[in-house]
């Protein structure tokens, strides 16, 4: 019998009907080349089952693309330092129209110097506190997602490394069950 008669997939996948299959199972005992094609099959099935399956992705985007683009209102809403020198800003602003508007009628000018120095001095307190807490929340931040994609980086090497392992062993098998059928053939032509 031919090799090429037999569906060795469909034997595999057990596809085929159980009178076929007896006679490929017959021809595979007596075939190098067909047991050696089933044990790749058997390698291949073992090495694609340790992949870990993964969501297929719905659209795939580019860096050029509008999608990453932010919006105007995420722009404008972006959190950030800027906040906090606008709130800064908003607030002396308010506080010196505040002063300009309702003052007394008889204040003196250098008492609006005053104020206005002591909004200065005041802004010039807060504002770095205010810029050193946001600074201070956009690096913690930023470490936690440099934590996550390490640990995502070395659990996608750790599998990767299980899934060489099992191929290996798998190769490892095969070799020895060569090696075995070249000895066994050796020591019986030794021994006539």
């Not at 007596?30 to 659209?59: F, G, H, K, N, Y």
């Not at 932010?70 to 950030?80: C, E, S, V």
Request: proline share 5%.
């Amino acid at each position: 019998m031919k090799c090429t008669s037999f569906d060795l997939n469909a034997y595999y996948f057990g596809e085929l009907p159980a009178d076929e299959r007896r006679g490929v199972e017959e021809h595979v005992a007596a075939c190098a080349a067909c047991r050696a094609e089933l044990e790749r099959l058997r390698v291949t099935q073992t090495a694609l089952a340790s992949i870990p399956d993964e969501e297929i992705p719905q659209r795939v985007a580019f860096v050029s693309d509008k999608i990453f683009e932010p919006t105007w209102w995420q722009r404008l809403w972006r959190p950030g330092p800027q906040w906090a020198l606008v709130s800064a800003g908003l607030v002396a602003a308010a506080i010196l129209l505040h002063g300009y508007m309702y003052r007394p009628a008889a204040a003196p000018a250098l008492e609006a110097q005053v104020i206005e120095t002591r909004v200065e001095a005041e802004l010039a307190r807060r504002l770095p506190v205010a810029l050193d807490e946001a600074v201070a929340r956009l690096e913690a931040r930023h470490q936690v997602q440099v934590r996550e994609a390490v640990a995502a980086v070395e659990k996608r090497a750790e599998i990767e490394r299980k899934a060489q392992m099992v191929a290996f062993e798998e190769n490892l098998d095969v070799l020895r069950k060569r090696f075995n059928v070249m000895y066994l053939a050796s020591a019986n032509m030794g021994g006539r």
